[in-house]
């Protein structure tokens, strides 16, 4: 059952260069100027403090990140846009056991520094495993985080044992789905007009996907990704300019990934967002995917038991090839 949302647009833009420009307005991880002072979201002056957030100085600020720890292999989980390292709270307990678990807030994300020069979002990354002396490590993104991933397995290749990517693979998003359309310009008219409120309604329907109704997502999901993104709107109140800078030819130069590749997607996520997973899938010599049932862009939050099972296998079988013994695992 398609989201029903009598606040999102119909008066759809058609132009593919004027769909990608809505889909980065509405995910850039820089706020559009004055979003979080909107009034009618009083929870936005609330900012997010943690007792475990350890922090590094970076070129531009301090950066911040959750470490587990211990002598397992070093896994690095990358969260999604708008959001923090608190989305993957479902995965700490259950990877932390045998592995160590290193959970970066993103710059202008959770605890870390916003941004005041340009920056890739890929160089922090490495800032944080070379501050922690980690040479290498599985990565693990949701989204945004999955893009950071791949961006670090081509930039930074030996820096990537595996990836583990979900909702994002490489290239823009076509957005040949009407929903999908309707939603990210939802949420880049929201930013325009300075409407938090409708921004935020349109930003948690892509948990739903446009094949279940909002209300079929478990609400406390829900009330989670509305919290974490409150507080990433909160650290932006002045007007700054985009200081990211892509990675440069990542679609031309995916398939110099020579690491192992898990691709996790929910099965109701948008068909124009695992797209891009697919055009990953094709280019990559070892790649494969895992779906999972009753999720959709967040699958670590919605599924949590499925999606550290499939981490966990994956894991194995990295390490199994590892020493030497040839992983049973397919490539599909």
């Not at 990675?247 to 990934?257: E, F, K, L, Q």
Request: glycine share 6%.
């Amino acid at each position: 059952m398609p989201v029903k949302n009598a606040d999102l647009r119909e008066d759809l833009p058609q132009s593919p260069s004027e769909l990608i420009r809505c889909q980065r307005i509405s995910h850039s991880a820089i706020m559009t100027p004055q979003l979080s002072k909107c009034q009618g979201y009083d929870t936005l002056v609330v900012v997010f403090t943690a007792a475990d957030v350890l922090g590094f100085d970076s070129a531009d600020g301090t950066l911040a990140y959750r470490d587990s720890g211990g002598d397992g292999t070093p896994v690095v989980l990358l969260h999604a846009s708008f959001v923090d390292s608190s989305m993957f709270d479902p995965q700490l307990s259950a990877l932390g056991r045998h592995c160590r678990v290193i959970v970066p807030d993103a710059r202008g994300h959770g605890a870390s520094a916003n941004a005041t020069k340009p920056f890739r979002q890929v160089d922090d990354l490495v800032a944080l495993l070379r501050h922690l002396e980690v040479s290498s490590a599985v990565l693990v993104g949701v989204s945004m985080g999955a893009m950071i991933a791949i961006d670090a397995a081509v930039e930074y290749p030996e820096l990537a044992d595996g990836l583990v990517v979900s909702g994002r693979g490489i290239g823009e998003p076509e957005y040949r789905n009407r929903w999908s359309r309707t939603v990210a310009t939802a949420q880049a008219d929201a930013l325009v007009r300075r409407d938090v409120a409708a921004w935020m309604d349109a930003f948690v329907c892509w948990a739903a996907g446009p094949d279940r109704a909002l209300d079929e997502v478990d609400p406390g999901v829900l009330a989670k990704l509305r919290q974490m993104a409150a507080r990433t709107l909160a650290k932006h109140p002045v007007p700054e300019p985009d200081h990211s800078i892509p990675v440069a030819d990542v679609m031309t130069r995916a398939h110099t990934i020579r690491c192992p590749v898990l691709a996790v997607d929910g099965v109701y996520d948008s068909p124009d967002l695992t797209a891009t997973v697919d055009r990953l899938l094709d280019a990559v010599p070892n790649g494969r995917r895992d779906m999972i049932d009753n999720a959709g862009h967040y699958p670590n939050m919605e599924q949590p038991a499925a999606y550290n099972q499939l981490i966990e296998d994956f894991l194995d079988a990295i390490a199994t090839t590892s020493r030497g013994t040839p992983s049973t695992t397919s490539t599909e």
